[in-house]
C-alpha cells in the first residue's frame, strides 16, 4: 500500500483502482443557508434536479424547432409521412424529442387523447400495427402523481418544482436506487425500464421485433445491450431486410412491408 504513490504520481483517486481502495469524503453542502453533510437525500435531490434541468431544456427546444429548423423539420415531416403511407409503421424511438409525433399525429401511444394518462392496454390490445413507443422518456411524459401525457409543453413543470412534485424513488434490497423519471438517463437503464410507460414498452417492442417483416435503423448506435439483445436472433428463422441508413439521431423504425415500389 505504502508503494502506490510511486505509481499513482496524480493521486491514486485518478486511476480507477482508487474505488477500491477507500472512498473520499464528500464535501458539505450550503443549503438554505446552512451548512449540511451531503448524504444519499442530498444526492437524490441532485438528481431530480437534473432530471427536471433537462426535461426543461428539451421542451424549450422542442418548442423552437418550427421556427429555427423549418426546412430540415419540413423534410423530416414529408420523410416519414411517405413512410406511413406506404408502410403499417410501429416507430419506436430512443430520442425525448417530439418531433416523430408531431409529423404523425395522431399516433397511438399508449395514452389516452382525452384524459392524458396511460393505459397499457391500448397499446396491447390495439388492431392495427401503427403505434409510438418512447422507450426512453419523452418531453410530452409528467409523472405528478399520476403518469400523465401533456401536448402542451407550455404547461409541463418547471424546473425548480422537482420538491412540490411528490417524484417517488424506490429503493431495491439490492441497495439501488430507482429514480421515477420521465426520461431514461444514465447507467442501469434495465432498472429505469421497470417504471410504466416503459415496461409495458419494451414488452411491446419484443412482439414487434418477432413479428415485423422489415427493420429500419436511423441513427441507432447499437451501445443499449438490453435493445441489441431483442434482434439477436431477428433473421434466424425468416430472411427479412435490414437497413441502417445514418439519417438521424438515435432512432430506429419497424415497419410491416405492404406492396410499395418507392422503397424496393
Known amino acids: 500500500m505504502y508503494l502506490l504513490p ?12 482508487g474505488a477500491f481502495l477507500s472512498g ?29 434541468s433537462l426535461l426543461q431544456e428539451f421542451r424549450e427546444r422542442c418548442q423552437k424547432v418550427e421556427c429555427n429548423y423549418k426546412d430540415q423539420l419540413d423534410q423530416w415531416n414529408s420523410f416519414l409521412r411517405r413512410l406511413d403511407n406506404d408502410f403499417e409503421l410501429a416507430i419506436v424511438s ?24 396511460f393505459k397499457p392496454e391500448t397499446i396491447f390490445d390495439r388492431k392495427n400495427w401503427r403505434c409510438l413507443l418512447h422507450l ?42 430507482l429514480h421515477s423519471s420521465e426520461i431514461v438517463i444514465g447507467y ?46 431477428y433473421r434466424n428463422n425468416r430472411r427479412r431486410p435490414v437497413k441502417w441508413p445514418p439519417l438521424s439521431r438515435q432512432i430506429f423504425i419497424e415497419f410491416k412491408i405492404e406492396s410499395c415500389p418507392h422503397y424496393s
Open 6 to 17: 510511486a505509481f499513482f504520481l496524480n493521486g491514486v483517486y485518478t486511476s480507477s483502482i
Open 24 to 52: 473520499r469524503k464528500l464535501p458539505d453542502i450550503r443549503r438554505s443557508g446552512r451548512h449540511q453533510k451531503t448524504d444519499s437525500r442530498v444526492l437524490d435531490s441532485l438528481v431530480d434536479h437534473l432530471i427536471e
Open 94 to 117: 430512443l430520442n425525448y424529442d417530439n418531433l416523430v409525433y408531431q409529423a404523425l399525429h395522431p399516433i397511438n401511444t399508449g395514452f389516452d387523447p382525452t384524459t392524458g394518462l
Open 136 to 177: 426512453h422518456g419523452s418531453v410530452h411524459f409528467d409523472s405528478w402523481r399520476d403518469l400523465k401525457w401533456i401536448d402542451d409543453l407550455s404547461k409541463t413543470y418547471n424546473r425548480d418544482s422537482g420538491g412540490a412534485r411528490g417524484r417517488s424513488n424506490t429503493h431495491t434490497k439490492e441497495g439501488l436506487v
Open 188 to 233: 442501469g437503464k434495465l432498472l429505469q425500464l421497470q417504471y410504466q410507460p416503459f415496461r409495458t414498452y419494451h414488452a411491446e417492442l419484443d412482439r414487434l421485433v418477432h413479428e415485423c417483416e422489415g427493420v429500419l435503423f436511423l441513427g441507432y448506435g447499437f451501445a443499449d445491450e438490453h435493445l441489441n439483445l431483442l434482434f439477436s436472433g
